[in-house]
């Protein structure tokens, strides 16, 4: 890549947060890993119970069928399962305790380590591989969801004094998750192309840290349909920040939960490489990426698998950590994984296609949407909304300057400065949704908080709290509901707008 050199083994140990520097490991998990040492090992050493003890003896999972003469599975799983005279085309696989299979029960449901079990390892470490081809040593680790491995990396990473680098608006229980180890925000503004490369390089340039305290060594993004905004970083604009980090020594926190989730016209080829932005992973030459994955958005939310792929530095402080905290992911979604993958699942081509039908159910809903939307909504003038690239979400902007009640010369007392009355009129309209029996999530919420001493830094402008007039809506639930879920909207925004 122009401007960027490979560098070998690049220590990037000075990014480790004081709580992972000072954790110690786990010495009964560093014991356990030596019992893998050679084959039929008698252990008196460990606390699991005898697999004869587990009250299960088998687990089957039937599934969706991805077969060769299965042109469009999601549409055959969705049309047949809600058809009582048909069945959908399925495939079975299993894990059993004392069958050979691609993971035995028996070792499953044992205590394992940290960075989970090695065939379910493997499972993800082939996706990875497939989607993304990483340069260097990535491993794989894996987590319970996209929540909790980003949480880790925080922990791995922040320190407090710290300040981690972030898309202005961002999923609110994630920017929450650190304020508590005394790491701050540093919003870097968006557009509807995502994270502006100019202003993350603008902060970085001009930061002094007698002014703003510790320089940020963290960015924290969503590149793909970003939640909430639905937004994408091209090709070039991905190129251009990995550089900037780069240069100025950042690690990126890549949450790509919607990664499989990317729309186009027409999908020109069988393989979902070719349609697929390359990620900020498949660009890491010196390890400085911590790509996050789930299988909550592909496959089911409850599920709670992910995994993160990091050098493997960082993949060995992350097994620390887990060994300490919550420990190796529950097993059924590991054997689930696993199984899926094999030879007697989907395998690799099975897991791609299922992916695509998946991707077309979602923009056929996406286009749906935006169909009732500028019928419903866009038509009355009072909002508009870009078409959303990737994801699950449309991001709704209120025309709030229009309303009557506008005003742009509040002041909070005499001595502030003045703002504008956005944040309270978006509150009305948000009560008047609820009112006329309509959820929608309102764009204050996923405000990315910036400490009092890089306001000044970071807003340069109009200030975020002036630009809160946006509402997240969704394509991924109930698809009857969306036409009257929009009338209503409609209505209320031309009831607002008249107030």
Known sequence: MPGVTAIPALDLSHHLSLEARQRRPNAMKMLWRLTKRKPNMISLGTGDPHYSLYPIKAVHYEVASTAEDVEDPVSAWREASSSSSSSAPTQWFSSSRDEPTSIPLKTAMAYSAGAGLPEAQRAVTSLTQHYH???????CTLTLGNMDGVTKLFRLLGSPGDHFLADEFSFNALTNAPLSHGISWVPVKIDKGGLVPEELERIMEEWEESVHGKRPHVLYTVPSGQNPTGCTLSVERRKRIYELCHRYDIMIIEDDPYYSLQYADEELSEDSRHLLMPSFLSMDVDGRVLRVDSFSKIMMPGMRLGWITSSQFFHEHLVTLNDSSTQHPHAFGQIFVTEMLSSSGWQLEGFDKWTRSLRREYQRRRDIFLEHFEKEV????????ERPQAGMFV???VHIR????????VRDTLKSPMRSNVPELMDELFEQCLDAGLVVMPGSIFVAPASESTLKLVERGVP?????NFLRTTFAGEEALMQPALVILGQVLKEFFQK
């Open 133 to 139: 081809s990483p340069p260097g040593d990535h491993v």
């Open 464 to 468: 975020i709290q002036d630009r809160v």
């Open 378 to 385: 866009a038509s009355t003038g009072y909002a508009s909304a």
């Open 402 to 409: 229009q309303h009557p009640r506008y005003r742009c010369d």
């Open 395 to 397: 991001w709704i902007k």
